[in-house]
């Protein structure tokens, strides 16, 4: 009953098999090798456009690698409140940008409204040389909440960023749980929706450790070599990073790798739904919170149960957490069994 | 005939196989994990001493992240002018550094003489707050030249550099190297010999991506978690680093690892030797520097022979290199073969 | 009728004065002369203890370099959320400080209340490797709405903050204006209250341009001179800084100059008050805010008098800024007079 | 007898009087005063085109800044290894830059030759991902020596630096000294010789503290009021620094401030000459090295002589500095009087 988070999750097997079979002989370092050339051209296959894309081992540097790329140091980063990049990446946007500020909007279940985006580009004290200026919007998708940017969604708020002279960033790190919910392309859920650079993170979804950075426009990325190596993330062995990717990519295994989590993350939705637990939001991709009472909290951790009790701002209207309840996370993965979720089922609905 | 890097080698197979075995169910991520303990604890016993020691996948990161934590912005880090952290990182320690200043001193064979450090000491202008303060020496083990620092050397310039109130970093990207050659204890090619902080690669030496940094005075490292997580250098899945870790220090699977790619250096300077090539510095790791005619480069190159063609300002008095001559960089790894270098000596003595 | 803000005045005749007198001779710069030496020993007598003080030209020096002093890099800044460190410096505590991250605070009338600070530190996310850590709590006084911090009030916060281990720091752009409304003495309403540093601006009470960082610890002074020099903040002619400091501490001199502002500014909200525009805040330092009919407004701008219209997220409860109304910031200076309160009053009820 | 620097000089008495008749009523702040609008129109006079002007308060800042406009923080400024940016600004380049490199070159009279440019652009390791760009060439005019680059001479090294792609910054701290030397006009010592942004330093020239960062193509300055901001380096009362400028270049007050100290410079030359001190480089601006017997210099000391001994690593071949000799750098300025360099040289050469 492991719900803790899916990159609790171990190495999914075929991509763990692409390491081993990328083990053979010597390859040039620094990305030089045959491996990442083919992955190269499995992204712009998978984007349908040229891309330029630079491979790192976590999530936290493709996101703060990629918004100190796009903003000027006295650029604003706005984001929902609740975002990955605001709350748990220790700063580091701030660091790799300079001294960049994330700027944190509401929304609920995770998600910025166009017309949030547009109030605080309208009210808030904007503009050089004494106040910072709005440079980046930055969207998670799928959300902390679980729940998913649709792809007019992601083009109205672009419209808004682009408007203001903005870039418009997507933190991928459950980019495959997006999709295969979406059931859309990945070039329609990013560049043709107006998305400048994507943060897509496998790791999540089974990698060990691989996260890319893409731009759509490659002529952007001018300069991202040098900003990848100095910040002490360009890979010397990067063939087995890019053999993750070639694994992920092939034979659709990330959809295939999504659809797991994502379906077991239904089951216990429907499962708490049914016994009286209806999620607080949504079920979108394979996160699933879940009020419940503290009693219950404490039997299901005593069976072994591990997952996290969180707090949100972003709940929905009237939707309230009683002194005597808690708020769960339980995020699926691709390794996630019927069994745990059942199990699970059993001791917080009976 | 891959003389290039010892970075172009693959994945060591005790190492691969640490990697599968620790892919068995869910772990928690960021270090949480039972590996990153039991890593701790081997640490411990390798170097005699609790220590603190934070696992990254890149010896850049090692490196920029362990200078950065021992030497204030306004710092100097005084090292080779041919070291790796000023020569090779894109600026890296300055970037995690606040804009601290590396200072490249001279010294044959890449390594600095005390006399050296103690010049640039007394005469260089130091001091606030016009200018920059020596903060830290750095020293690279083994050097880029392949050569060694012995014990009384290391505690020679710890001693000037101590004296002076400076850290002293050791970048043991090839520690496992020196070690074997050396055959002391880790503990006295370290904190018994004054090193503060070392920068332990194991990626050259066998791993897919691993390098710890470890402190020898655990006080010292408060503040160390944040800064790595800011640099983007936590990787979630943990256990994957620090399974690597665990195969290299088993069995004394490093030294195995390490003597095998320092013999087959030997190997490749006697037979460069016997065939009038002598090897520009004493050979003591697993780097060959040797002299040979462009054309006989030329042929190596013709029959698929990979190395480096190099400059240096640290070649030993009186050797210079022609202008129909060129300076090799030859590196040997765990996986090097006798036969590989039997048909590179074939080819380079002819 | 000029009350956009007290730094648009010009210098006090006295401060004027020094500058002259100091201009005689020559004087070893960067603060090697004997006015520094006398202006040193004028603070301490000011503060009634060893302090050490570091004079530079801009309260965003001031504020940036002090708060960079005491927070690390993942550190939070707790601010007034209009606090002007947060919202007019463009990002220089974030830049100066190596990425760290302001964090604003709600509070009526621009003031942080005790329990609005406690709550932060309790419900938000705070921690490494993940999170920030609260690392210093900033008071600016007299706030932007030109209301004050009592010294019990001050001490309040800073029990919460440094029980959390955080620096105090004081943001004392209008410490003057401050200071003789509350009628006690400097230590009380720093040091003797639990303040750390205080960044003591001068420029806006009638200097040209001089304000000092003031640490009450001076042993947590060290490097600070460094980080001076290096933001190049370290004054050549460093007398002509000191100068306008020792003829602002000479006979009560910045008493006179505040209580002056201070009492136009009285005026202006007895006048105001008198004519049905009660000021939305106690005045209680030099700066009145009103609101007033847009068409009034217009009047006002009309005849010349010129000022800002602001917004605010601190008003009172209940107080509204109607669609044909606006909200006026009108601050005093050394330099107001009657005539021109008078006439502004004129124009602004009748 | 002060030969100390240019800097322990006093404010020159045109412009002590302009910052009284600045002082004069209200003005707006941070540049929007009549006084700002017509300095930048002296400017643009001054150097008979449109530029872009940015005042701040001191030299550091003002090259700090200029560097970190034109260099990524991958870049490296190439500049002398004497300069001042790289000697005595306690790494403030850095900073601003975000941790860029200062790359010091050799050169006699502490000038670059354009050789030893073009040979450090063709044998240093330059270029990513591994290794820095070549980003900036900085001269500083008059050079630490005292000497001056004639306007060919910057041509030919703005043509090595601009054909490898680098921008051209000149350290313009004792500019007016060199162009009344020269005798030449601000532009043919600027932007028609390929420099791209000027530090124009006038604080050394006889202001109290007056620095203008200077684009010669304004569209390149796009941002600077932003970095300018967040370093701290607005003034808030700006029309104070302005007027320093204003008095600066009217009744061409500048030439007639540097012609002084230029003269009393050729006056300790040709005094020294004549006593057999003969200055160790030509003497060009306002400096003056010599070399000096140990008991002189303590004579000298004892009499109140008041200037620096130094050290340099840029001496005319031949020149050595014996145990019992010392170099001394005595500065002239604006204040000199014949009388205190006439007592000076019977002093010295007696």
Known sequence: MNFASDNTAAIAPEILKALASANDGFALGYGSDAHTKTVERLFAEAFERDVAVYLVATGTAANAIALAHVSPPWGAVLCHREAHVITDECGAPEFFGGGLRLFGLPGEACKIAPATLQK?????????????????????????????????????????????????????????????????????????????????????????????????????AAGMAERRKRGGHLVSKHRFLAAQFAAFFAKDYWRTLARHANSLADRLAIGLAAGGRKPVWPVEANIVFVILPKDRVAKLKDAGASFYVRRSLSLPAGTEIGADDALLRLVTSFSTTEQEVDRFLALACR
Do not use: C
Not at 120 to 136: Q, R, Y
Not at 176 to 183: D, E, K, Q, T, Y
Not at 194 to 210: F, N, P, Q, R
């Open 120 to 220: 605080a580009l309208d009210d808030e004290l904007w503009g050089g040389p004494h106040h910072l200026s709005p440079s980046t919007l930055s969207l998670t998708q799928a959300t902390e909440a679980g729940t998913i940017y649709r792809p007019d969604e992601i083009a109205a708020l672009a419209a808004h960023a682009h408007a203001r002279g903005m870039a418009v960033h997507m933190d991928g790190a459950r980019f495959a749980n997006a999709l295969v919910r979406l059931g859309g392309t990945p070039a329609e859920m990013t560049w043709k929706s107006g998305i400048d650079v994507l943060s897509l993170g496998i790791t999540k979804a089974g990698a060990m450790a691989a996260e890319a950075i893409v731009f759509f426009d490659p002529a952007r």
